[in-house]
């Protein structure tokens, strides 16, 4: 990591009442105070040469002057004094007004002024680099900013605050003393002699529980997702059976176009809603049938997509024309993995039905069947309870469990637990020590990435490249 004293407009693009510019590095004041004049000195008629020192934590009310001594733009001003900063180095920032035009001379005066512009993530990296958080903690920053609910927002905290670096390094400390218990056996063993045959199975019994909590960990991941992401909610079903009405009562709003033309929607229409705590990833799709036009086509191709990538799909059908060969066709379609939730609705029912709901559960063999109708509004709110409950339940939201998993994360918490699961697998076969032994490093190498430890520098790079300018 460079020395360079880095800036960036820390605030998002477009009009606002206020726009922040952050400075950090160890010549952040003195830039700052170069081109910020205090307004009292303008009152009291202070030479603007003088020195102006500022205390720290304070915000300073003044103006932005250029090098040919005009206003710029009125700010407040604050200078935070290292270490006690979010990157742990000497920090200015300047509330300025929201206008691109307004930040952008500003940033550009600094720029001029010796700073370099930031890269994506930067101030969060140096945080890490400079040791006031570990890696896990920095992606939860990125974890906070895209939280689309409460729930979201707290998993993202928790992360922040270091709840889920203690349990990474609690297992991976109890890992290293498996290790180093193996080790020791090794370089004092007798001969052939190994470990007898109750400390073979106190190790075994040991990672059997460590394995058991990285399964545990595992089971965040897709819970983290859901917070993080929305939950992918696909609705599908024939043209004209009232997808896109649907579509516009979750969002509270004529989003997708309605008519009693079959098929309206022709594109993938997606959008958040927050449903009771459950964040809500809704796509409208194109009504499938056998036989279409080439632009139906298209549309019911990325439909396909979103349908194999779905967490919940709500399959409609028209209680008012009963179960179709069509409907039939387009169950056989879905791809029902264990993971995924299927909810049948039996939209229309305000008119003439031809079957019941009890009928369709027979036919679908499917659980969960709800009679409603969107014309009146018949059944919706026991649709809502029953997404809500179905995705509450268990410990998705528990105060135990909240936390979140980045994909990264996940990936090497489950390599982890692929190598305690090989060691293991070494001990039932009766294999050396040795052996066992270079799985278990294996598994501790994966933790020591999950946190940050001894990470290559591109991938580091990698990681905070996804991180907005500014943060």
Same mark, same amino acid.
């Given at each position: 990591?460079?020395?360079?004293? &880095? ?20 010549? %952040? ?7 910020? #004049?205090?307004? #009292? ?9 003088? +020195? ?29 004094? =290292? ?19 307004? !930040?952008?001379?500003? !940033? ?16 969060? +990296? ?5 040791? /006031? ?13 895209? =939280? ?17 670096? @203690? ?8 890992? =290293?003393?498996?290790? *180093?218990e193996i080790e020791v056996n090794v370089d004092f063993a007798y001969e052939d002699q190994d470990l007898e045959e109750g400390s073979y199975y106190d190790i075994k019994k040991r990672l059997i529980n460590l394995n058991n909590s990285m399964l545990k960990l595992l089971q965040k991941r897709r819970q983290g997702k859901i917070l993080q992401d929305g939950l992918k909610t696909v609705i599908l079903g024939k043209p004209n059976v009232g997808k896109s009405s649907l579509y516009n009562y979750f969002l509270k709003e004529e ?38 036009? /080439? #632009? ?9 997509? =979103? ?25 056989? +379609? ?57 995705? *509450?339940?268990?410990?998705?939201? %528990? ?6 998993? @980045? ?16 060691? !293991?697998?070494? &001990?039932? *076969?009766?294999?050396?020590?040795? &052996?066992?032994? &270079? ?31 500014? +943060?």
């Amino acid at each position: 990591m460079d020395n360079d004293t &880095i800036v960036a407009i820390s605030t998002p693009p477009g009009e606002g009442g206020i726009g922040i510019i952050r400075l950090s590095g160890k010549e %952040s004041l003195s830039i700052g105070t170069r081109i910020f #004049v205090p307004s #009292v000195y303008l009152k009291k008629n202070i030479d603007k040469k003088e +020195k102006f020192s500022p205390l720290g934590r304070r915000l300073y009310h003044g103006f932005i002057i250029d090098e040919e001594g005009r206003k710029v733009d009125e700010v407040l001003f604050c200078y935070m004094k =290292a270490p006690y900063t979010y990157t742990r180095e000497d920090i200015v920032e300047i509330n300025a007004h929201g206008g691109i035009v307004c !930040l952008n001379t500003i !940033l550009n005066l600094i720029l001029r002024k010796g700073a370099r512009l930031a890269e994506p993530g930067e101030f969060t +990296k140096r945080a890490f680099y400079n040791g /006031r958080i570990d890696l896990v903690q920095a992606e939860s920053v990125l974890s906070l900013i895209r =939280a689309k609910t409460e729930k979201g927002l707290k998993a993202a905290m928790g992360g922040l605050q270091g709840y889920l670096s @203690e349990e990474v390094r609690k297992l991976r400390d109890d890992l =290293a003393d498996i290790l *180093s218990e193996i080790e020791v056996n090794v370089d004092f063993a007798y001969e052939d002699q190994d470990l007898e045959e109750g400390s073979y199975y106190d190790i075994k019994k040991r990672l059997i529980n460590l394995n058991n909590s990285m399964l545990k960990l595992l089971q965040k991941r897709r819970q983290g997702k859901i917070l993080q992401d929305g939950l992918k909610t696909v609705i599908l079903g024939k043209p004209n059976v009232g997808k896109s009405s649907l579509y516009n009562y979750f969002l509270k709003e004529e989003r997708a176009i309605v008519t009693e033309i079959p098929g309206t929607t022709r594109d993938l229409l997606i959008d958040y809603v927050n449903l009771k705590g459950v964040p809500l990833k809704i796509f409208d799709t194109a009504g499938f049938r056998k036989e279409g036009d /080439r #632009v139906e086509k298209i549309g019911m191709k990325f439909s396909k997509k =979103a349908i194999e990538e779905a967490d919940l799909l709500l399959f409609m059908l028209d209680a008012s024309a009963g179960i179709t060969e069509e409907d039939r066709w387009i169950y056989s +379609k879905i791809n029902n993995k264990k993971e995924q939730k299927i909810i049948i609705l039996l939209n229309k029912i305000d008119l003439a039905k031809k079957i019941c709901g009890n009928e369709l559960k027979y036919i679908f063999n499917c659980d969960k069947v709800i009679e409603i109708s969107l014309l009146n509004g018949d059944g919706l709110e026991e649709l809502e309870r029953a997404i809500n409950e179905m995705f *509450s339940a268990g410990d998705l939201y %528990s105060e135990e469990s909240v936390l979140v998993l @980045e994909v990264r994360q996940g990936e090497l918490i489950k390599k982890c637990a692929d190598h305690i699961q090989e060691a !293991l697998n070494a &001990i039932s *076969s009766g294999f050396p020590l040795d &052996i066992i032994s &270079i799985d278990l490093r294996s598994a501790i190498d994966s933790l020591d990435e999950v946190i940050g430890e001894n990470l290559a520098e591109d991938i580091l790079d990698l990681i905070f490249s996804r991180f907005c300018i500014g +943060k």
